[in-house]
């Protein structure tokens, strides 16, 4: 592997993941990683672009902002990429109303989409409300239209809370995929049009950013895809099987967000 002036030479702009890098969700909210948050606060009054991309969707984007601030992070709603809001401008643009299999706590980034007489379907991280009979119900809307349309909030398979290992919405939706024999367009990481308005949002090029995340899959392969280099830390869902993936490898692994930032601080921007 090059050494890690190579790596992170040019780079104007990170992305940052906030589960599992930031902090681990749980219990009274959670609690953020050793280092993470004086990590953040060295990158904002470092002359690097930050945003914050995640795939959260238990809570709004407001909900998030507001317990991250809680736990001493210094971030601002507009500096977060979320695929709630994302998600209700596409179901604007396509005139769609959606049968929603959400968490509560997202709810209320839909409070001005038309769900009546539904002609999709659009599932996140529902948690508890992973029902049979909600899935089931999800599954009757799609096979009552004649073309139907599946929206997922991500395709995470697991994500990391401080009690441990909890599923996330792909084995969800790919049930539903399974059942009804469609494929769901996914509104978050690793959509490429997901990091492709991060960029824009960030202002900076693919070729001049970086992603910081702890999923292999989503958050590295997703945004080398785009072009963007990837770093994976070992916090969060990271397993040390990811550093063998068979498809995926990461421009380097980091074991914390604190240790990516002193290599981005040392090497970026050259």
């Known amino acids: 592997m090059a050494a890690w002036g190579e790596r992170l030479a040019g780079v104007r702009g990170v992305l940052l993941d906030i589960s599992g890098v930031l902090y681990d969700g749980g219990e009274g909210g959670g609690a953020a990683i050793a280092g993470s948050v ?18 959260e969707s238990q809570k709004s984007r407001g909900d998030l902002v507001r317990l991250l601030r809680r736990l001493g992070f210094d971030i601002s709603e507009g500096e977060v990429t979320a695929p709630a809001p994302a998600t209700c401008l596409i179901l604007k643009e396509r005139g769609l109303r959606p049968h929603l299999l959400v968490h509560d706590g997202v709810r ?33 809307v799609l096979m ?44 978050g990481k690793p959509s490429p049009e997901f990091f492709k308005s991060a960029l824009r949002e960030m202002g900076v090029d693919a070729s001049q950013a970086v992603m910081i995340g702890d999923d292999i899959v989503g958050d590295v392969g997703g945004a080398q895809r785009c072009g963007i280099r990837a770093l994976q830390v070992r916090t969060g869902k990271f ?20 240790e990516a930032v002193d290599l981005l601080l040392q090497h970026a921007d050259q």
Request: charged share 30%.
């Open 108 to 140: 209320s980034e839909f409070g001005q989409i038309d769900t009546s007489n539904p002609n999709c379907v659009v599932i996140a991280d529902a948690g508890e409300d992973f029902s049979y009979q909600n899935m089931n119900k999800a599954f009757q």
């Open 239 to 258: 397993r040390p099987s990811d550093e063998h993936h068979p498809e995926v490898k990461a421009d380097g692994y980091v074991d914390n967000l604190a």
């Open 144 to 187: 009552e239209l004649e073309k139907p349309i599946l929206f997922s909030l991500g395709k995470g398979r697991y994500y990391k809370e401080t009690s441990g290992l909890m599923l996330d919405v792909g084995p969800y939706m790919k049930a539903l995929e399974y059942a009804c024999g469609i494929e769901a367009e996914v509104v």
């Open 38 to 55: 004086e990590a953040v606060a060295r990158l904002k009054r470092s002359r690097l672009k930050v945003r914050f991309c995640t795939n």
